[in-house]
């Protein structure tokens, strides 16, 4: 059985459910079996791995019926169907987890929103909403080593989805370990903090003025998102970024893994690694960049120039690999 079939039955079995949920189901699951191939395994081995699609849709269903749901007005554990909601305006939120996927999805108007459903004797949950600050924080009780295997938590739902309206214009920030994170359509933030320490993080067609994303093991993926600023940093990673505008400081930097920009858009751009290439298509005019370019090991088409009326600079770095960096207007 390949992915396609896979997935395809998991939908049929699903089809009643709203069209949005299940297109995040879809993809919640397609990421998790590339998830599994980066890691190492075959298709084949990790579908095998997988119970049957109906045996999964039916605890997906027990999942998404089952929401405790934990309000700052109430006690901590009133059941009902709209998750954790903010009950004041909110202009920051925080969420921290153990051991959990998160998504963060966006919706027209509403308010903040956490989707989680603890297990019994696993999970602690603690939350608080105060002057503004929306707070979620989870933790695991039982440090067991086989949460921290990849191939149980695949075969568990262990997920946190975060939901905000498109028009939230505060902080966020993000953090979890063993697990990867998602966001997408995030409107105008002021600032975004994210990290993952063993998890691949996506950000895709989002504004953030300040934005902040980190992962120690694991690619991190850029794709449409805009603003001033962006330090994005893996220890141990793939950095890619395409389609993406950061005016004031464009960061890229890993340690052992590639960095690739494509069609990327900023007026002072550092693009490095320790053991792996360099390659980008950067929009503008090579003219208007003071540039820094060296490598110890590999090919280099750009040559190091600096001229004090030139108001751009870039900064392509690494020790093991080549540098191919080419400019487009």
């Known amino acids: 059985m390949k992915k396609e079939e896979y997935l395809r039955k998991l939908k049929f079995q699903l ?7 299940l297109e995040q189901i879809e993809d919640f699951y397609e990421e998790l079996i590339l998830d599994g191939m980066e890691q ?38 009133e059941k009902g169907p709209n998750g954790y909601e903010a009950s004041e305006p909110i202009h920051t939120i925080r969420v921290e987890t153990e051991n959990l996927r998160i998504r963060v999805r ?43 295997n990849w191939l149980n938590l695949f075969l568990d739902f262990n997920i946190l989805v975060l939901e905000m309206p498109m028009d939230f214009a505060g902080n966020l920030y993000l953090k979890t370990t063993n697990g990867t994170i998602r ?19 996506r950000i895709e067609n989002s504004s953030v003025c300040r934005l902040n994303v980190q992962s120690n093991n694991a690619k991190i993926e850029l794709s449409n998102v805009r603003g001033e600023t962006l330090e994005a940093a893996a220890g141990n990673g793939l950095i890619t970024a395409r389609e993406c505008r950061f005016d004031k400081k464009f960061s890229l930097q890993t340690q052992n893994g590639a960095v690739t920009g494509r069609n990327i858009i900023g007026d002072h751009i550092i693009l490095q690694t320790s053991n792996g290439f360099v390659t980008a298509s950067i929009i503008g005019n090579q003219s208007d960049y003071n540039i820094t370019s060296t490598t110890n090991n ?23 690999g080549r540098i191919q960096i080419e400019f487009t207007m």
């Open 298 to 320: 590999g090919f280099n088409n750009l040559e190091n120039v600096y001229d004090s009326s030139r108001c751009k600079s870039l900064q392509a770095k690494t020790h093991n």
């Open 40 to 77: 190492g395994y075959t298709e084949e081995e990790i579908l095998a791995k997988l119970e049957p699609a109906e045996v999964v849709a039916a605890k997906i269903r027990a999942e998404y019926g089952g929401l405790v749901v934990y309000t700052a007005k109430g006690s901590s554990k």
């Open 106 to 148: 966006t919706v027209e108007e509403g308010p903040v929103r956490v989707f989680f459903k603890p297990k019994d004797g696993a999970d602690s949950v603690a939350f608080e909403e105060k002057d503004g600050v929306f707070s979620f924080r989870h933790k695991m009780k039982l440090k067991n080593p086989l949460h921290l």
């Open 183 to 201: 966001a997408a359509g995030l409107g105008n933030l002021a600032m975004g903090e994210i990290s993952s320490s063993n998890g691949k993080i």
């Open 15 to 21: 089809m009643d459910l709203p069209g949005d949920d």
